[in-house]
């Protein structure tokens, strides 16, 4: 059973807006979320990560919302650039499993400029 | 510093052809992941290595895949004989030891099984 979901599997957004990518997960032992980056023939890249110990975590355009209580987090790109199109993957591991990640299907961002 | 190796790049075969990929990951990375990836999915567990230990292997179907890790350096990961619904992108992925985040992905094997 899919244990992290990402329910849009699209988004299309004008350049220069706010990206706003959701991921929602059932497995309450996950304790580290990430987000990858996946550009077509190319191997996903770390992009931003959450410990379940914090609710927000920024690195330049990019902010990553968690709401354990809902069991949801969010990816906020602002500005959105064209460069920014890709496939994005939210991902979630346990301290307990290895940090093997648990990822979603993926959102497939098309930022037009 | 060299990323995570991986070769082929592409392959194809006709089924119940065997199949092998490789990895090599970055130098010192003591875990070693393997995943596919099915269209329009996330990447998927298959097989997980702390140095040249399967520590978790739960997701590996053993009746047709297989991997090693000799000397916990490169990995080979073999399908024998294929299966068409084998056809995925294999990546394989390297990290410090429990290292929450700090995942490298390789660019990944694309199988096609005709």
């Known amino acids: 059973d899919q244990q992290v979901k990402q329910n849009s599997p699209s988004l299309s957004v004008q350049e220069g807006r706010i990206s706003i990518l959701n991921c929602d997960y059932t497995?309450?032992?996950?304790?580290?979320f990430l987000w990858y980056k996946k550009y077509p023939a190319e191997g996903p890249t770390f992009l931003i990560s959450?410990?379940?110990?914090?609710d927000k975590n920024e690195d330049g355009r990019f902010t990553v919302f968690l709401n354990k209580s809902a069991k949801h987090l969010s990816l906020h790109i602002v500005p959105s650039q064209p460069g920014d199109s890709a496939v994005y993957f939210c991902a979630a591991s346990a301290s307990n499993s290895g940090y093997a990640l648990n990822f979603g299907k993926g959102t497939s961002l098309l930022v037009t400029p | 510093e060299a990323g995570v190796v991986q070769s082929p790049r592409y392959k194809i075969i006709e089924k119940k052809q065997p199949v092998a990929f490789w990895c090599n990951p970055i130098?010192?990375?003591?875990?070693l992941y393997w995943y596919r990836q099915n269209l329009g999915q996330g990447p998927e567990l298959l097989i997980r290595?702390?140095?040249?230990?399967?520590?978790?292997d739960s997701q590996l179907p053993k009746d047709r895949f297989s991997a090693e890790r000799l000397k916990g350096v490169d990995s080979t990961l073999k399908i024998q004989p294929a299966e068409l619904g084998d056809s995925a992108v294999y990546l394989c992925?390297?990290?410090?030891?429990?290292?929450?985040?700090?995942?490298?992905f390789g660019s990944g094997t694309r199988l096609t099984v005709v």
């Open positions: 497995n309450s032992m996950f304790d580290y």
């Open positions: 959450i410990s379940s110990i914090k």
């Open positions: 130098s010192g990375h003591n875990t």
């Open positions: 290595y702390e140095n040249e230990e399967a520590v978790d």
């Open positions: 992925a390297s990290s410090h030891t429990r290292a929450p985040g700090g995942y490298t």
